[in-house]
């Protein structure tokens, strides 16, 4: 009865130390991955988290931090209001410019209008 009970702890002790060390390799690989991978335990290789985005269902895709969208468009649609706002203000400059010189080269071409004198009969 001894040497069956020695066969049994020593089976368990095999077994708990094959699982920690079974675990503690399982951590070595999932640290190896970076930070924009997680370990696939399937294919036991870090899959990078892009890979997420086009298959969803990929067991551990949640361990992934969340991408977040570019905002490249609203780059784009605030640079182009901008432009389109400085060619509207430089566009009323230079009209206003035009105008203010227009009236302030016209000539008198005309003679002034005298109400008393001696040039008109009344």
């Known amino acids: 009865m001894d040497s069956s009970a020695t066969l049994r702890c020593l089976y368990w002790i095999s077994l ?8 503690i390799n399982a951590d070595k690989s999932s640290a190896l991955c970076a930070k924009s991978e997680f370990w696939n335990n399937d294919a036991a290789v870090c899959v990078p988290c892009y ?3 086009q298959y969803p269902k990929i067991p551990s ?23 389109l706002a400085a060619v509207i203000v430089f566009g009323a400059l230079l009209i206003g410019v035009l ?3 227009c ?12 109400t008393t004198g001696p040039l008109y009969a009344v």
Do not use: M, Y
Not at 16 to 23: C, D, E, K, P, S
């Open 16 to 23: 708990v130390f094959a699982t920690l060390i079974n675990g």
């Open 99 to 101: 105008v203010h010189q």
């Open 51 to 53: 890979e997420c985005k």
């Open 61 to 83: 895709c949640d361990t992934c931090p969340p991408i977040e969208p570019s905002d490249s468009w609203r780059v784009a649609a605030i640079t182009s209001l901008s432009v």
């Open 103 to 114: 009236r302030s080269r016209r000539t008198l071409r005309d003679p002034i209008e005298e």
